[in-house]
């Protein structure tokens, strides 16, 4: 980002957005809510939020096999909750 101008640094080794970058976070950002939208067509809320406990439910799975000492994580909760 900094070769295409969009973030710039001070002396202390800060990054910060210049013009440019503010451009093209505000494009980007537009970008992603027209994707999103085309994304999410005909799926309701609910069966949005179904599918993210469903997926976090996987990834908790899968972390598990990899450490099962691993205490149940924030995605365990949330099932439980949803299936109360």
């Known amino acids: ?11 202390g080794q ?5 013009d440019a970058g503010e451009a093209a976070r505000l494009r980007l950002r537009a ?3 027209e994707l999103r939208a085309v994304v999410h067509e005909g799926i309701s809320d609910e069966e949005y ?7 976090r439910r996987m990834v908790a799975n899968v972390a598990n096999l990899a450490d099962p000492a691993e ?3 924030p995605a ?3 099932d439980a ?3 109360t």
């Open 1 to 11: 980002m900094l070769h295409r101008g969009w973030l710039r640094t001070d002396a």
């Open 14 to 18: 800060h990054l910060y957005l210049t």
């Open 31 to 33: 970008m992603v809510t």
């Open 49 to 55: 939020v179904a599918a993210l406990k469903v997926l």
């Open 71 to 73: 205490p149940a994580g």
């Open 76 to 78: 365990d909760a949330a």
């Open 81 to 83: 909750e949803a299936r």
